[in-house]
């Protein structure tokens, strides 16, 4: 099944920075503001009001193409800690 690639025409910002603004918004906690603080950290000059029409446009489409990747035998787990019942008694690991 071949994907369409999200279109990013007319954009004054390359893909590489919109698909970053919008990773930031979606994986962290942080408020439109935060987004175009570390922007600026980095040299790239956007206002919160373009971060927002961003992740508005772009967003939906990221998290359904994150959705629709299935597992891969690649992928690594690290388990910080387990608990096991054993007779009834809760350990840790």
């Known amino acids: ?7 990013y025409k007319r954009h ?22 935060h987004i175009e603080e570390l922007l600026l950290e980095g040299g790239i000059r956007v206002s919160y009001e373009t971060v927002r029409q961003w992740t ?3 967003g939906s489409e990221y998290a359904r193409r994150i959705r629709r990747k299935p597992p891969s035998s690649q ?11 054993i007779n009834g008694k809760r ?3």
């Open 91 to 93: 350990h840790w690991l």
């Open 12 to 33: 004054r910002f390359p893909a590489s920075i919109i698909a970053h603004a919008v990773w930031l918004y979606y994986r962290f906690p942080l408020s439109l503001r």
């Open 75 to 85: 992928d690594i787990w690290y388990l910080d800690e387990a608990a096991v019942s």
């Open 56 to 58: 508005r446009k772009f």
């Open 1 to 7: 099944m071949n994907v369409p690639s999200i279109r």
